[in-house]
Structure formats: structure tokens, C-alpha cells
């Protein structure tokens, strides 16, 4: 079974540019989550996306964005960004969403490390 | 604010010590998970535990959730070289997003 895919592994782009990572989950899972990691602050929560709709947002400001497919393939973009936003993009899928049932863990992918000039 | 503050933040310790991480934070959680880090991958799930006063064995490893489930500890018994990485506790509080504590970075040198 395919795990948790994302794309690209790297990147490098200049502040004020905009940028979009994708995010593969798990075949059947419904649920695709993102993270941003970064060494001082940690695994901070970007979104949550069930059946192409967003339950739960992060305290991230309006230029981070996403959404999900009906295949749940799940995409997010940043716009205008700042030499804050390089980070560890991080997605993970479970099969029903983010602990209703507790039995429902978050897999990970390997991330997108996003580093902004 | 939901926080979970992982201690130590880092340790380094030598092949067949044993240690213990803990995780703590003032929320209540309905379960808490365990992972682990390597360089370059995604966090990858230890454990699940959901019952107050709950201990699970995995190998070497020891969870517990604490009796009020607000806090959690990872006991590693002879620690070796293949269990370095960053830990990460992440308590779920019922909103559809997990919180995620600190790290926990170990380094177990041979």
C-alpha cells in the first residue's frame, strides 16, 4: 500500500512569490491534514480537510490556503511569501479525520521543504 | 491556548541507558499519540493511548497516559543507536486537528 505522497520534496523561491504543494494521501483515506515545522516553533497545524471540506484551520494568516479534490488529493498554496514561511510542509491522511475515532492515526509524508530568499 | 511541553528537549545518552520523556500540558485530551522523527521523513505513529492511568508496551518502549489525561511519559529501556530521533507527543482535543508538543530530540551514541 502507497503511503502518504508529496510533491515537490524541494524548493526554493524569492519573497513575494507564491507557491503550491500537493499532497497524495493514503488510498481511502478521506482525511488530509498539513503541518508546518520549523526548528523554533515545532509542528504548528495549517488545516484539515474532510470530503473536500475544510473542518478545522490553524492560526496561519489568509495567504495560506487549501483544498481538497474529490479523489482527496489535497493541495495548498502560500501566497506572497516571506523569508518566515521557510519550513517543513508536512501532509498526513487518516481514514476517517483526525481522531473521531481514536483508532484513526495521522501518516505522514516525507514533506516539502520550502526555503524562501 | 492548547500546549504540550515536551522534557527534555534534548538528550544524548549512551548505547543500553535507559531514559524517559515526558509530555505535559493543562488540557484535558481524549488521546494522545506518540512518534517519531527520522532526518528527512515524516513523524511516524508509536503508540495510541486513550484510557486514563492506560501503559502500553512496545519492545523497549513504556507509554502512559496520565490519570487525568493530560499528560503522557516514553520510558526507553537500553536505549540503542537505531531509537535516535525527534519524539513527538500530539494530544487530541476533539476539534479535528491534533497539537503537537515541542520534541523531544535523542541522540543514543554507540
Known amino acids: 500500500k502507497a503511503g502518504v505522497t508529496q510533491t515537490p520534496r524541494y524548493l526554493i523561491k524569492t519573497r513575494g512569490q507564491q507557491v503550491t504543494l500537493s499532497c497524495s494521501p493514503i488510498s481511502g483515506h478521506r482525511s488530509v491534514s498539513w503541518y508546518q515545522q520549523t526548528p523554533g516553533q515545532g509542528l504548528q497545524f495549517l488545516f484539515e480537510?474532510?470530503?473536500?471540506?475544510?473542518?478545522n484551520k490553524g492560526n496561519f494568516p489568509g495567504r495560506f490556503s487549501g483544498r481538497q479534490f474529490s479523489n482527496s488529493r489535497s493541495e495548498m498554496n502560500v501566497s506572497t511569501l516571506e523569508l518566515g514561511d521557510s519550513a517543513l510542509y508536512l501532509c498526513?491522511?487518516?481514514?476517517?479525520?483526525?481522531?473521531?475515532?481514536?483508532?484513526?492515526?495521522?501518516?505522514f509524508g516525507n514533506g516539502t521543504r520550502l526555503t524562501v530568499t | 491556548t492548547q500546549l504540550l511541553e515536551q522534557s527534555p528537549q534534548f538528550l544524548s545518552i549512551q548505547e543500553g541507558e535507559n531514559l524517559t520523556v515526558y509530555c505535559n500540558s493543562s488540557s484535558v485530551f481524549s488521546s494522545l499519540q506518540w512518534y517519531r522523527q527520522e532526518p528527512g521523513e515524516g513523524p511516524v505513529l508509536l503508540v495510541t493511548?486513550?484510557?486514563?492511568?492506560e501503559v502500553k508496551k512496545l519492545k523497549r518502549l513504556t507509554f502512559q497516559f496520565g490519570d487525568a489525561r493530560k499528560d503522557s511519559s516514553l520510558h526507553i529501556t537500553a536505549a540503542q543507536p537505531g531509537d535516535t530521533g525527534l519524539y513527538l507527543c500530539a494530544g487530541y482535543p476533539g476539534t479535528y486537528k491534533y497539537i503537537f508538543g515541542t520534541g523531544t530530540r535523542l541522540k543514543v551514541l554507540a
Open positions: 480537510y474532510f470530503s473536500e471540506t475544510q473542518r
Open positions: 493511548v486513550v484510557t486514563g492511568g
Open positions: 498526513a491522511s487518516s481514514l476517517t479525520g483526525q481522531g473521531v475515532e481514536w483508532n484513526s492515526p495521522l501518516h
